[in-house]
């Protein structure tokens, strides 16, 4: 199977989930822009967790793995925790409808 990525190329699935960073290979790490407080971390997480269930369901060739952007945050970073609470809690939300 062709993936999302072969198709499209990096730079457009970096424009569907720009909140992701990828290599030439696939996936990198999280892009994450600066908040407020983790509050407002969270907020933006809900949003991005939303987004990427729109892409998934859009394009289910999209290859990299939930599990390999889990992974990816950066959990020592201030507020990254609430870009990946909001980020889960978002997906969790659309899988159980």
């Known amino acids: 199977m062709i993936s999302l990525e072969q198709m499209k190329?990096?730079?457009?699935?970096e424009g569907l989930l720009p909140f992701l960073k990828f290599y030439?290979?696939?996936?990198?790490?999280?892009?994450?822009?600066?908040?407020?407080?983790?509050?407002?971390?969270?907020?933006?997480?809900l949003v991005m967790g939303?987004?990427?269930v729109d892409v998934v369901r859009?394009?289910?060739?999209?290859?990299v793995?939930?599990?390999d952007i889990l992974l990816g945050i950066?959990?020592?970073e201030p507020n990254?925790?609430?870009?990946?609470?909001?980020?889960?809690?978002?997906?969790d939300k659309q899988i159980r409808g």
Not at 9 to 13: D, E, L, S, V
Not at 28 to 34: E, Q
Not at 58 to 63: L, Q, S, V
């Open 9 to 13: 190329g990096i730079k457009q699935i």
């Open 24 to 45: 030439d290979k696939g996936f990198c790490a999280w892009c994450l822009s600066d908040a407020n407080d983790y509050r407002s971390a969270e907020n933006v997480g």
């Open 74 to 76: 950066n959990l020592e």
């Open 65 to 67: 793995q939930l599990s």
């Open 80 to 91: 990254n925790l609430g870009y990946f609470i909001g980020f889960s809690r978002s997906i």
């Open 50 to 52: 939303e987004r990427y």
């Open 58 to 63: 859009k394009h289910p060739e999209f290859a």
